[in-house]
């Protein structure tokens, strides 16, 4: 979703939208689909840029990394950017040289041209939300490390009275993963 920020009234604009955010690819090789992202802000001009406050919301479709199982993560939170206009490779270059002399230019946010695209910005900041591993609830048990039962779905663990050798274990894992794959990918359809 664009928008022009090339002509923005000096009091700023108020933004109120539902963004959809494309597909994007994450950790472990999943790919992230999110809900359309509901965003209320504001763009206001400033000496540092154009300054983009947020807020949004929206739930992202993952897959856990124990049970193989889809599941929905509600996701919101606020941002505060600066938008920076650059124009052309020239321009991107002085954005970054002006980014290393600048401490707290974590927050600038370089555009190509006068338009920024909220999708991507959203994009980002559901990146930087998503926790570092996706798990569909914490006691998970996923499957047996041993023998690959599927403990989630109570499969009765083979492994009693076996040693279990830790070798195998990623073994069981993949075969899980195989199996799974065969089967069509969970948060298909959904
Ligand atoms: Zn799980
Ligand atoms: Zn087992």
Same mark, same amino acid.
Do not use: N
């Given at each position: 979703?664009?928008?022009?920020?090339?002509?923005?009234?000096? &009091?700023?604009?108020?933004?109120?939208?539902? !963004?959809?955010?494309?597909?994007?690819?994450?950790?472990? &090789?999943?790919v992230?689909?999110? *809900?359309?992202a =509901?965003?209320? &802000?504001?763009?206001?001009?400033?000496?540092? /840029? !154009?300054?983009?406050? /947020? =807020?949004?919301? +929206?739930?992202?479709?993952?897959?856990?990394? =124990?049970?193989?199982?889809?599941? *929905?993560?509600?996701?919101? /939170?606020?941002?505060?950017?600066?938008?920076?206009?650059?124009?052309?490779?020239?321009?991107?270059?002085e954005?970054?040289?002006?980014?290393? *002399?600048?401490?707290?230019?974590?927050?600038? #946010?370089?555009?190509?041209?006068?338009?920024?695209?909220?999708?991507?910005?959203?994009?980002?900041? !559901?990146?930087?939300?998503?926790? #570092?591993?996706?798990?569909?609830?914490?006691? @998970?048990?996923?499957?047996?490390?041993? @023998? &690959?039962? *599927?403990?989630?779905?109570?499969?009765? @663990?083979? @492994?009693? /009275?076996?040693?279990?050798?830790?070798?195998? +274990?990623?073994?069981?894992?993949?075969?899980?993963?195989?199996?799974?794959?065969?089967?069509? +990918?969970?948060?298909?359809? =959904?």
């Amino acid at each position: 979703m664009l928008f022009d920020i090339s002509d923005l009234a000096p &009091g700023g604009v108020a933004i109120d939208a539902t !963004v959809p955010i494309p597909p994007f690819p994450w950790e472990g &090789g999943q790919v992230v689909a999110c *809900d359309p992202a =509901r965003l209320s &802000g504001q763009l206001r001009p400033t000496s540092r /840029g !154009v300054e983009l406050r /947020g =807020r949004y919301g +929206t739930k992202a479709h993952l897959v856990c990394d =124990r049970c193989l199982t889809g599941f *929905d993560l509600p996701l919101e /939170g606020e941002f505060r950017l600066f938008l920076v206009a650059q124009v052309g490779a020239e321009g991107m270059d002085e954005f970054e040289r002006r980014a290393e *002399d600048d401490p707290d230019a974590v927050d600038l #946010y370089p555009l190509e041209g006068d338009v920024v695209d909220l999708a991507e910005v959203l994009r980002e900041q !559901v990146d930087l939300a998503l926790p #570092y591993r996706a798990i569909c609830r914490e006691e @998970c048990p996923g499957f047996c490390p041993g @023998c &690959g039962a *599927d403990l989630t779905k109570k499969e009765p @663990c083979r @492994c009693a /009275g076996r040693p279990t050798d830790d070798r195998w +274990t990623e073994l069981a894992r993949l075969k899980a993963v195989l199996e799974q794959r065969k089967g069509g +990918t969970p948060t298909e359809g =959904r």
